[in-house]
Every structure is written in C-alpha cells, then in structure tokens.
C-alpha cells in the first residue's frame, strides 16, 4: 500500500522478511519498525487533535443546532413512526444534513495539521530521524481522518437513537444509519481532510480557509442553474449520488419536472472519482514534501 | 512607533491580504463578462453580498494575532484600539475598494440596482454582512486567542445562514440575524431593522475584542 503513494522505498531482501529504505535520509527500517512507525505518528496525531477545546465546542454548537433542527417531528410533518423505505430515506436524509456542515469543520480543523509541523521547526526534527516521508503523511492523514469521523460518528448515532427512543422511526432504521455513515459521512470527510492536508502547504492557511469554506458550498449545493458550479458533476463530495441510488432520496421542487434516477453505477463511480481525488492529493503532498527535504 | 505610521502598516503586511481578494475580483469579473449583463445582477449580488463578507470575515480572525512580532508589538506602547483600528482597518479598506470597484464594472455591464432602492441600499448590502463576519472573526480569534477558532466560526456562521437564509427569514428573531439579507432578500420588511441590529452587534463584537486586547498575557 505504501509503494501505491509513490514512495521512494526500496524493499530489500535480507535476513529479515523485509528491509525499507528511505532513499532521503538512507536510514533502513525493518517492516514492523514501519508499521509500529505509521501507527504511532497515527495515534500520536489522533491525540492531539482530538483533544483541542475548540473543535468539541464547534463540534457541540452543530450540535444543539441539528438537535433542534432535525429532531423536531415538525419537520417531517408527522408524529407518526416511519416504516418500510421511508426508515431508508430518513437515515439518508439524515446523515446528509449531517453532510452539509460537518465536513466544513473537519476540513477547517484539518488544515494546520500538516502546516504547524513547517511553522513551530517540528518538521526539520522529524528529517533528522529516520521516519519515512510516506508513512507520515498516511499516519497523519489516518489520524486527523479518525480524528474528525468521531464526534460526526458520535452525533449520527445519538441523534439516530433519540429519533429511535421518540418513537419517530423503529429500531432497524440504526442500522441504515451506519450504512450512510460509510456511504456518504466517510467519502466526504476523507476527501477534504486530504486536501485541507496539502493545500495550506503551498498556500497562506487563511486564503486556504475561505476557499474551502466558499468551495463547500459552491461545488456541492450550489444548483448550476443559479450559478456555474460542478455540484452535479461526479465530483460532488456531499453523498448526493449515494443518497439517491443507496436511499432512494430526491429533492426537486414543486413544478419542477422530476430528477432522473441515479444507478448505482454512478453511485460507486462517485465514491471512486472521490478516492483517486485523494489519492491525487496524499501523492502531490508525498511529492511537494520531499522536494522540501531536499531543499533543506 | 507611538502613532500611526502608513509606511511601517504597508511594509509589514501580509500581501495576501492584498492578492487574495483581487483574484477573487479578478475571478468575478471573469464571470461576469462569461454570464454576461443578463446576469450580471446575480453575479454582483453574490460577489458583494456573499464573497466580499467571506473573505473579510476570514482574513479579520487572522488580522491581528497572526503576527511573528506579536510579542514585540506588545512590549511597545501601542494601545490596543490603535492595532485593531491597523489591521482590521486596512483589511476593511480593500475589501471596500473590491466592492466600489467590482460596482463600477457591474455598472458598466449595465447592471440594475433599482432593486436595492437607493445608492446607499446597494452600500449596505455588502457593508452590514462584511461588518458582521470581520467582527464575528475579530471576536472568535481574540476570545479563542486562536486564529483557527475566528476563522472557524466565521465559516460556520457564513454557511449556515446561507443555506437556511429562509429559515432564518422566516423566524420572529432569525430574522434580524440573517446577514446576507440586503443582498438575497432586499424586499424583506425587516430588512431595515435587520440591518440596524447587525450593525449595532457588530460594533458591540468590536468592542469586546478591543476590551480582551487589553489583556496582552492571553496571546503570549
């Protein structure tokens, strides 16, 4: 998996099973120096971002507002409990009102993950030792990921069992919940964690904040006809696609002549468009790293 | 460096602050000319009402605490109203030459405004949301004594009042917070008192930065 990132990592036959040699700094690591290297950068950085007051005060203010907002029975016009596909379609609904502002804090929060190691000189530490620039950037990315996912995690299920304990919706309808929170929560957080990663990197982080924030809302909710935007094109990272083939949701207004149908083809092309996005992203930043050690 | 000095402000500035927002003019501009003058209202609206206010909002939270020579500064018998009136000033000036400017062009495309009323309604539908977010972003990074937090609930307030700008405009009290009012919904009979009350919590969100500025030891 690591090669995949465009590593420059020689796997050497030895005595041991395997040999990594970072090529920057020449250092060789055996495999399970690398893999105990990459889970410790990963719980190390989970750590310290999941412990900063500011984002589980953001984090909770989201959430008083969706706790009023999306539990209040008035919004589905019914007191009445849900069955059959509605179940579906409220857990989609749910989690992609979830969508609309949580991977907005997590790709704000994300973005000096990577750029405060160049600011406070830890990053010229970390040259001197023998990590390896991959495994870095993968156990960061994994971190800061895992780090965001939690309190959206979190808050999708203790909303889904408050609807549950109301008698809103039965018990069954936890189970689409976790379906969407793979389908649509996971791709949209993966995908502006990566770049909140790289991009401050070779921009000011606030010029990267305010387009990010501008970017959300532009390229994902924005109907193209109000205004040019690529929020119905495969790049749509809101889980629009998975929303409609996985969970039978369309929105259109009245008069409007209904939406065509999203296949499930497209669906799964959106989520894949999304990961070689990231994967684009992780290798641009692998790169832009290792012309920085370079230079240094 | 008791008084205010032009020359040392320019040389000490971030040029971001300076580039970002003309590319974004720039960018407007671009789509203005593409979409051409049957929608070149949209375009402005949503260049003043909606883009000026971000940027402005965003760089504010970041104006005064991102400073390498913050503890410098501090150690100088500046006053703290001098240093927000600096950087939150200048940051004010551009974005009020982006928005005159992006105007003259929209004029020049033969935009019309009628629907905002007079000359000074058009003002007021950037003025009031770009006030609101700079001192939103003020406020948020001075109390956080965090850039990230400004900027954070700046982005935050921004697109949630974007996107349920009808469930606020529709709220008995949602209604007087919605900022991008003037510039979406200018035929709103609250639009007026919408108006006053954001201006009046922005110059109170001014004051309570200028009051936690007092308290150099919390951004050491």
Same mark, same amino acid.
């Given at each position: 998996?690591?090669?995949?990132?465009?590593?420059?990592?020689?796997?050497?036959?030895?005595?041991?099973?395997?040999?990594?040699?970072?090529?920057?700094?020449?250092?060789?690591?055996? $495999?399970?120096?690398?893999?105990?290297? &990459?889970?410790?950068?990963?719980?190390?950085?989970?750590?310290?971002?999941?412990?900063? @007051?500011?984002?589980?005060?953001?984090?909770? $203010?989201?959430?008083?507002?969706?706790?009023?907002?999306?539990?209040?029975?008035?919004?589905?016009?019914?007191?009445?409990?849900?069955?059959?596909?509605?179940?579906?379609?409220?857990?989609?609904?749910?989690? $992609?009102?979830?969508?609309?502002?949580?991977?907005?804090?997590?790709?704000?929060?994300?973005?000096?993950?990577?750029?405060?190691?160049?600011?406070?000189?830890?990053?010229?530490?970390?040259?001197?030792? @023998?990590?390896?620039?991959?495994?870095?950037?993968?156990?960061?990315?994994?971190?800061?990921?895992?780090?965001?996912?939690?309190?959206? &995690?979190?808050?999708?299920?203790?909303?889904?069992?408050?609807?549950?304990?109301?008698?809103?919706?039965?018990?069954?309808?936890?189970?689409?919940?976790?379906?969407?929170?793979?389908?649509?929560?996971?791709?949209?957080?993966?995908?502006?964690?990566?770049?909140?990663?790289?991009?401050? $990197?070779?921009?000011?982080?606030?010029?990267?904040?305010?387009?990010?924030?501008?970017?959300?809302?532009?390229?994902?909710?924005?109907?193209?006809?109000?205004? @040019?935007?690529?929020?119905?094109?495969?790049?749509?990272?809101?889980?629009?696609?998975?929303?409609?083939?996985?969970?039978?949701?369309?929105?259109?207004?009245?008069?409007?002549?209904? @939406?065509?149908?999203?296949?499930?083809?497209?669906?799964?092309?959106?989520?894949?468009?999304?990961?070689?996005?990231?994967?684009?992203?992780?290798?641009?930043?692998?790169?832009?790293?290792?012309?920085?050690?370079?230079?240094? | 460096?008791? *008084?205010?000095?032009? *020359?040392?402000?320019?040389?000490?500035?971030?040029?971001?602050?300076?580039?970002?927002?003309?590319?974004?003019?720039?960018?407007?501009?671009?789509?203005? /000319?593409?979409?051409?003058?049957?929608?070149? !209202?949209?375009?402005?609206?949503?260049?003043?009402?909606?883009? /000026?206010?971000?940027?402005?909002?965003?760089?504010?939270?970041?104006?005064?605490?991102?400073?390498?020579?913050?503890?410098? *500064?501090?150690?100088?018998?500046? =006053?703290?109203?001098?240093?927000?009136?600096?950087?939150?000033?200048?940051?004010?000036?551009?974005?009020?030459?982006?928005?005159?400017?992006?105007?003259?062009?929209?004029?020049?495309?033969?935009?019309?405004?009628?629907?905002?009323?007079?000359?000074?309604?058009?003002?007021?539908?950037?003025?009031?949301?770009?006030?609101?977010?700079?001192?939103?972003?003020?406020?948020? =990074?001075?109390?956080?004594?965090?850039?990230?937090?400004?900027? !954070?609930?700046?982005?935050? /307030?921004?697109? /949630?009042?974007?996107?349920?700008?009808?469930?606020?405009?529709?709220?008995?009290?949602?209604?007087?917070?919605?900022?991008?009012?003037?510039?979406?919904?200018?035929?709103?009979?609250?639009?007026?008192?919408?108006? !006053?009350?954001?201006?009046?919590?922005?110059?109170?969100?001014?004051?309570?930065?200028? *009051?936690?500025?007092?308290?150099?030891?919390?951004?050491?």
């Amino acid at each position: 998996m690591l090669q995949n990132f465009g590593l420059d990592l020689a796997i050497q036959a030895s005595n041991k099973p395997y040999h990594l040699t970072c090529i920057t700094t020449g250092h060789t690591l055996s $495999l399970e120096e690398t893999v105990s290297q &990459f889970f410790g950068i990963t719980r190390h950085e989970f750590n310290m971002s999941i412990r900063r @007051p500011g984002m589980w005060i953001a984090y909770g $203010l989201l959430f008083l507002f969706y706790g009023v907002a999306v539990i209040s029975p008035s919004l589905t016009g019914s007191n009445d409990m849900l069955f059959g596909d509605q179940v579906r379609q409220e857990a989609g609904s749910l989690v $992609l009102t979830l969508n609309v502002f949580m991977p907005l804090l997590a790709g704000i929060l994300s973005a000096d993950r990577i750029q405060r190691d160049f600011r406070s000189g830890v990053s010229e530490l970390q040259n001197s030792t @023998p990590m390896q620039i991959s495994s870095y950037i993968l156990a960061k990315y994994l971190g800061v990921l895992l780090s965001v996912l939690l309190p959206m &995690f979190c808050w999708t299920m203790i909303l889904g069992l408050i609807m549950v304990a109301s008698g809103q919706v039965p018990p069954s309808f936890m189970g689409f919940l976790l379906l969407a929170f793979l389908t649509m929560g996971i791709p949209a957080h993966a995908f502006v964690v990566a770049f909140s990663l790289a991009c401050p $990197l070779v921009m000011p982080l606030r010029v990267y904040q305010v387009l990010f924030t501008g970017y959300w809302f532009w390229g994902n909710f924005l109907s193209p006809a109000v205004f @040019p935007s690529i929020s119905d094109t495969l790049l749509n990272a809101a889980g629009i696609y998975s929303l409609q083939a996985f969970f039978g949701v369309y929105f259109s207004s009245p008069g409007e002549a209904p @939406p065509s149908l999203t296949t499930t083809i497209q669906a799964l092309l959106n989520i894949l468009v999304l990961a070689a996005c990231i994967s684009a992203a992780l290798f641009t930043l692998d790169r832009y790293l290792r012309w920085q050690a370079r230079r240094a | 460096m008791k *008084r205010f000095s032009l *020359r040392y402000s320019l040389l000490t500035y971030r040029l971001d602050q300076l580039w970002f927002p003309l590319a974004f003019w720039m960018l407007f501009v671009i789509i203005g /000319v593409i979409r051409g003058p049957e929608y070149i !209202l949209d375009t402005t609206r949503a260049y003043l009402g909606t883009v /000026v206010p971000l940027i402005g909002g965003i760089m504010a939270a970041y104006a005064v605490l991102d400073d390498p020579a913050l503890e410098l *500064r501090f150690a100088t018998p500046i =006053s703290a109203a001098q240093t927000l009136f600096e950087r939150i000033g200048l940051l004010f000036l551009i974005q009020t030459v982006s928005a005159l400017s992006f105007q003259a062009f929209a004029f020049l495309m033969n935009a019309d405004f009628s629907m905002f009323g007079s000359w000074g309604g058009v003002q007021l539908t950037w003025l009031v949301p770009t006030l609101s977010l700079m001192a939103i972003g003020t406020l948020g =990074s001075l109390s956080a004594a965090q850039t990230m937090a400004g900027a !954070l609930l700046t982005g935050l /307030v921004w697109i /949630v009042e974007l996107i349920a700008r009808g469930w606020f405009a529709g709220q008995k009290v949602g209604q007087y917070f919605l900022v991008f009012m003037g510039s979406l919904m200018p035929d709103h009979p609250a639009l007026r008192a919408n108006q !006053l009350t954001l201006v009046l919590l922005s110059l109170a969100f001014f004051f309570l930065g200028w *009051r936690l500025l007092h308290r150099q030891e919390r951004f050491i």
